[in-house]
């Protein structure tokens, strides 16, 4: 498909386990978000990328969450020691420019 | 940084009823305004949008209005239809940031 694609689609994962999530951009799409959301809450900001590097990191709640973009297409949001807290739907987006941000279906992660 | 307040949180119509959604934004540099509208277990889809130099823009049934001096933008659906009921998110940004959300209005639309 052309949407941007998020890997898995749930995941269940056990307090103080690490995890990836997964970001399939559409294709020539240069900026990519991740954002997290919690339940009746807006997406909350974590991390976007210009191309392969960080513009703006300042989202990341705490020294667990990072994410790298390595060739500036595919994106992983990684989480360490996973805490119940972190539950919450993940969402990625990609824009060609300002704006324009199209959403994945978003991963939900719980933590138990 | 940009702060984004979106009310009402929670907002019932008739069908066939118009319904308003309003934000307002805290960064005077922002110039893109998008709204999105999210279904139960989906992503947020855009459906709407308008940059800083245009007062207003008009889609079908939905438009978004811009007061750039105020701050504050607005989406505006006619004749509801019972498939408009979702939660609808209003952002905004400038070029080279995020965009940042407002939290959310629920739209009920009843037949």
């Known amino acids: 498909g052309a949407g941007v694609s998020q890997t898995p689609s749930n995941k269940v994962t056990e307090k103080g386990k690490y995890v990836e999530l997964r970001c399939d951009p559409i294709?020539?799409?240069?900026?990519l978000y991740w954002y997290r959301q919690s339940l009746g809450q807006g997406p909350e900001f974590l991390i976007y990328f210009q191309g392969t590097g960080a513009a703006d990191d300042s989202g990341l709640p705490n020294d667990r969450f990072f994410a790298v973009r390595p060739e500036g297409s595919v994106s992983t949001l990684k989480i360490q020691r996973t805490e119940r807290g972190d539950s919450a739907v993940y969402l990625c987006?990609?824009?060609?420019?300002?704006?324009?941000?199209?959403f994945g279906q978003g991963t939900r992660l719980t933590v138990v | 940084g940009e702060n984004v307040e979106q009310h009402p949180s929670t907002l019932s119509v008739q069908e066939g009823d118009s319904a308003v959604i309003k934000c307002t934004y805290s960064d005077s540099a922002s110039n893109y305004f998008p709204w999105y509208k999210q279904e139960l277990g989906k992503g947020p889809q855009l459906i709407i949008d308008?940059?800083?130099?245009?007062g207003e823009k008009k889609d079908q049934r939905i438009a978004v209005t811009l007061n750039k001096t105020a701050k504050h933008f607005s989406l505006h659906i006619t004749e509801t239809q019972p498939e408009d009921s979702a939660v609808y998110f209003c952002?905004?940004?400038?070029?080279?940031?995020?965009?940042?959300f407002g939290k959310g209005t629920t739209l009920s639309v009843s037949s």
């Open positions: 308008i940059r800083s130099n245009v």
């Open positions: 952002a905004a940004n400038e070029a080279g940031t995020a965009l940042i």
């Open positions: 987006a990609s824009s060609f420019r300002q704006g324009e941000a199209f």
């Open positions: 294709s020539g799409h240069t900026a």
